[in-house]
């Protein structure tokens, strides 16, 4: 039997990610001869970990935090949805051609699509937050041809920035406004801030949430976050960022094997270890 090609994760902190054990169900479930590991860069030694890893056979990485950026200085071809997002968080190394691509928005539109069962056309969208994870989504949601988008952030200048650097190639509305100022007229809501790692809350109005809104933090946990807990509390419907994580791993899996692999057994299995 040919040795497995070599994928990878990596980041700093990394010990955490759930990837490896995604990889590994979608390649036994499509018949991929591949390996997946963990990859701990050093914050100064992305680019030497990466050409290391690359010159021991490797074929491809997901990138996680901190090196989002780095990687998209690195590849020397991108796709349109990574070079909207100004980020990237997978690599494909095809002889000296190294592509980027930004899974994270289309895994976020594919979870809320086909696994909440959401369509998103003619949808008002909120996207609290105006940072990477935030950026991504973006080309992905606008795609989907909602009614309208309206990024807030605490920082409102760079909700602004945002929201004229994708204007100029849409034809849908894209506003943009401070937390505070948000009022009650949305159909989803997706929480892009830092708050959901620390369990805090974005300050926006608690109007905002009430029964048929859909509500989404891109972070996951054993626990619903504190955000999800405050909209659920209101009435909206809630959905935490691991659909997001399988959806985004099951693209880039496609970007570097051909092969789109079944989400919906992976995302139960996932969520049954994550509340065992």
């Known amino acids: 039997m040919t040795s497995p090609d070599r ?8 010990a955490h990610s759930k990837s490896p054990e995604i990889h590994a169900r ?9 390996s997946y590991e963990r990859l701990l860069a050093p914050l100064d030694g992305f680019a030497a970990t990466v050409r290391e890893f690359v010159a021991h056979g490797g074929r491809g990485l997901n990138v996680t935090v901190p090196f989002k950026l780095e ?13 909207a997002a100004g980020a990237v968080n997978t690599l494909r190394f095809d002889g000296d051609v190294i592509l980027g691509d930004n899974t994270d928005g289309i895994g976020l539109v594919n979870d809320i699509v086909a696994n909440a069962g959401v369509p998103l056309a003619g949808k008002r969208i909120l996207l609290l937050g105006a940072g990477g994870a935030a950026r991504g989504v973006i080309l992905p949601f606008l795609e989907q041809s909602p009614a309208a988008l309206t990024i807030a952030n605490r920082t409102v200048g760079k909700a602004f920035e945002l929201a004229q650097r994708f204007s100029g190639g849409s034809h849908i509305a894209i506003d943009a406004c401070a937390f505070g100022e948000l009022k009650d007229r949305f159909d989803l809501i997706v929480n892009g801030t830092s708050a959901g790692l620390s369990d805090d809350m974005p300050a926006v109005p ?23 807990q405050f909209a659920a509390q209101h009435g909206a ?19 570097w094997r051909g092969v789109r692999p079944d989400t919906a057994p992976v995302l139960a299995a996932l969520r049954a270890l994550l509340q065992a």
Not at 7 to 12: L, M, R
Not at 210 to 218: E, F, Q, R, Y
């Open 7 to 14: 994928y990878a994760v990596i980041g700093n902190p990394i």
């Open 71 to 83: 990687a998209f200085e690195m590849a020397t071809a991108l796709t349109k949805r990574a070079d």
């Open 206 to 228: 608690a109007s905002l949430f009430h029964p048929g809104v859909l509500v989404i933090d891109m972070v996951y946990g054993k626990e619903p976050t504190r955000f999800m």
């Open 26 to 34: 979608f390649a036994a479930q499509t018949g991929q001869n591949l």
């Open 237 to 255: 419907a809630t959905r935490d960022g691991l659909g997001m994580l399988v959806e985004q791993a099951a693209e880039s899996f496609f970007v």
